[in-house]
């Protein structure tokens, strides 16, 4: 009976060992899944920023062609004056404040531009100052009906490289 019970033991102590090992290669391989499967997402995003990264350059191109210089945006104002002209509309244009660039993101400097004149030539200016060689963005915009025309009120920005 001695020899049984030491056979037994050593089986229930082999079991126990295994059991752990077996636990252990369990969490190796589960924590091996998780970092396979992180591995190929990661993968996955790389391929689909590589991909996108080509469209971003192709657009970049676009942006930089139409977005100007700092010192070029002196002829913003002209431009705008001469629309403004050709459509019997008078204008009042100020640059207020500089937005300076950071981390990639280009520069910008906000203004104010008032139009006054009819309804139709302020949409016809509207509609020509859409095509023009600026990346502009109005943050607000104010269309009053005064007593002789219409008066309009813009505030945006206009952004350089």
């Not at 009819?118 to 005064?146: P, Q």
Request: no cysteine.
């Amino acid at each position: 009976m001695g020899v049984s019970l030491v056979v037994l033991v050593i089986i229930i102590l082999a079991l126990a060992w295994m059991r752990h090992d077996v636990t252990v290669r369990v969490q190796d391989i589960e924590q091996s899944r998780s970092m396979l499967s992180l591995r190929i997402r990661s993968l996955e995003v790389f391929s689909v920023l590589k991909n996108q990264s080509a469209e971003a350059r192709q657009y970049s191109s676009i942006i930089e062609r139409k977005m100007p210089r700092k010192d070029e945006l002196v002829n913003f104002p002209k431009t705008l004056e001469r629309i403004a002209e050709a459509h019997n509309i008078t204008s009042e244009f100020s640059f207020n404040a500089e937005i300076a660039p950071m981390d990639g993101s280009p520069g910008a400097i906000t203004f104010t531009l008032v139009l006054s004149g009819e309804y139709s030539s302020i949409t016809a200016f509207l509609y020509e100052f859409n095509g023009i060689s600026y990346v502009v963005v109005f943050d607000t915009f104010d269309m009053v009906r005064t007593s002789e025309a219409f008066r309009g009120t813009f505030q945006g920005r206009v952004f350089y490289r």
